[in-house]
């Protein structure tokens, strides 16, 4: 891996996260910066959860140009920034920060990077298009927020705990211009309902490696080869969900797409250039395949 040239002029931007040993984010972003010519630096800072806001303070008392945010700290940061953007709030989550002016601004990208790697590279636009989302937690919440932003037609949401799937439906109609609708999860979700999906894109943790031979619960018979199915795990590579959609010949994506577009367009927040999309996915496949 190159590194950075540190010196007195270097800029600092970092990963608030506990742990954060495992991250990708390094290595995507040092390597964008080295490719850009930049004399940036992307460090992992390990933020034990009673020291948030005094880690948040250090952004500007240490002049970091900004920071990602990850578990468990994405919902409790919001309070300790001064501004938020349009989607951060409504996902009610932030991955983002940005130090402007002595100014913390929260953004979340997560659902921003899922919708662009489906229109970069999947060349897929999911204006007008009926999505059905597996899952109700905090990555559906992104997902579903900036679907719903990106104009879809109609959200149908499934979860394991149907008021969690009520209270995001509630909080999509409320927050934006789109109808969300509840559908039952699993033996209860109806396979008519799902053939007339356009997009489907499963949340949870449900065959996340070790446990890659799970699938949740589905009418799989109903999937067709006009339809678009995501999952958001990329570890495995291909979820046993994946499989058995690909076997009804629907198209397939993981969710590496969403892992680099987030860090792209973070990228793009903090330096206001537009970012080396190839090799920040060549670093991100790099640590990948170490898995
Ligand atoms: P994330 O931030 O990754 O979305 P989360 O907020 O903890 O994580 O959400 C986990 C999601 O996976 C939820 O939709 C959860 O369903 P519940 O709301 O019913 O808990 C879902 N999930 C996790 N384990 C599951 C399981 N064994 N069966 C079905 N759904 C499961």
């Known amino acids: 891996m190159g590194f950075p040239h540190l010196n007195g002029k270097t800029k600092v931007c970092g990963l608030f996260g506990f742990p954060v040993e495992h991250s990708f984010s390094p290595a995507m972003h040092n390597a964008a910066f080295e490719q850009m010519g930049l004399n940036w630096a992307y460090m992992p800072f390990e933020v034990h959860p009673d020291k948030l806001p005094q880690a948040v303070q250090g952004i500007t008392a240490l002049g970091l140009v900004g920071a990602n945010v990850t578990v468990p700290h994405k919902q409790k940061v919001i309070p300790l920034l001064h501004e938020l953007d349009a989607a951060a709030r409504l996902i009610g989550a932030v991955n983002t920060i940005v130090s402007e002016k002595g100014k913390l601004i929260g953004y979340n990208t997560d659902g921003k990077g899922f919708v662009t790697s489906l229109e970069k590279d999947a060349k897929y636009n999911c ?96 999937l067709h080869s006009g339809q678009v199915v995501c999952d958001l795990i990329y570890n495995p590579e291909t979820t046993l969900f994946l499989k058995k959609a690909a076997m009804q010949k629907a198209k397939i994506y993981n969710g590496l797409g969403m892992l680099l577009y987030q860090g792209v367009l973070a990228f793009e927040l903090w330096t206001g250039l537009r970012a080396p999309v190839e090799v920040m996915r060549e670093a991100l496949y790099k640590q990948v395949k170490k898995i």
């Open 127 to 222: 204006n007008n298009k009926k999505v059905l989302i597996l899952g109700a937690g905090g990555a559906a919440r992104a997902v579903a927020v900036q679907l719903a932003l990106a104009g879809v037609n109609k959200l149908y949401i499934t979860n394991r705990s149907r008021e969690k799937a009520a209270q995001l439906a509630w909080e999509i109609e409320q927050g934006t211009a789109i109808q969300a609708e509840v559908l039952g999860w699993g033996t209860e979700l109806p396979g008519s309902r799902v053939a007339e999906m356009d997009l489907i894109v499963q949340t949870t943790s449900l065959g996340m490696s070790p446990a890659c031979n799970i699938a949740p619960d589905f009418p799989y018979e109903a």
